[in-house]
Every structure is written in structure tokens, then in C-alpha cells.
């Protein structure tokens, strides 16, 4: 027999032991292992300005953090340690929710969501 073939050999055979190694083992069902998870905050990714591209941040949120605190964040900018790392923002600073406003978004693919400020909550949570 050829050295060539025996290693094939020696392969097909420690495969096949390797496959049948795991003969024998029983399935299960659903093992019940207590309550979730806790603990875990929930986080929003913004993006700012930052060496002309955009560049995520991750940031924990306190409460729900929809997307009311998502805007709001946004429009917030960036934080002391974001601005020490050259980020910046292009959205102007806003106090209070727009009256009358129509944001159209472009995705790639060019595909358009767009919606106006009637239709959407106030940052205030008032309405």
C-alpha cells in the first residue's frame, strides 16, 4: 500500500471515528433554567461627525429609551469625551420639538421614509 494511500486511509478512518464519537447521546427538550437575564441597559448607536465620515457611538440609556431619547440624543450632540475625540455634529442645537415639519429620509437603494413633526411625539413627552 502507497504512503499517500494510507494517509487517506488513516483520515477516513479518524473521520468517521470523530463522526460516531457522538453515537449515544440522547436529545432533549426545553430545559427550564429560571428567569432571564437581568441587568441589561439598553443602548442606542448614534452617529457623529468625526474625521469627515460618520462614526458610531454606543450609548446606555436610562428608562425605555425609544426613539423620542434617540432624537433627543442627537440633537444633544456629542458629549465631553465624544468632542475630546474630534467628533462634532452638522444638526443645529433644538429646544423644543418642531411645530410644522416634514423629514424625508434616503436609504440606500434609494428607498424614502418620510414623515412630519405632526405625526411624530414631542421631545417634551407632552404630545
Known sequence: MS????SSRTALLLTTAFLLSSCGIPETGVVEAGE???GIRPAHVLYFVGEG???AVRRHVFGQGGIETAVAMLFQGP???ERGKGMTTELPPMRDAP???T???T???GWRAE????TCPSMTGAG
Open 3 to 6: 504512503r499517500t494511500r494510507r
Open 36 to 38: 432571564p437575564a437581568t
Open 53 to 55: 465620515t460618520l462614526l
Open 79 to 81: 458629549d465631553a469625551q
Open 99 to 101: 411645530t410644522r415639519v
Open 103 to 105: 423629514v424625508t429620509v
Open 107 to 109: 436609504g440606500p437603494g
Open 115 to 118: 414623515r412630519s413633526s405632526a
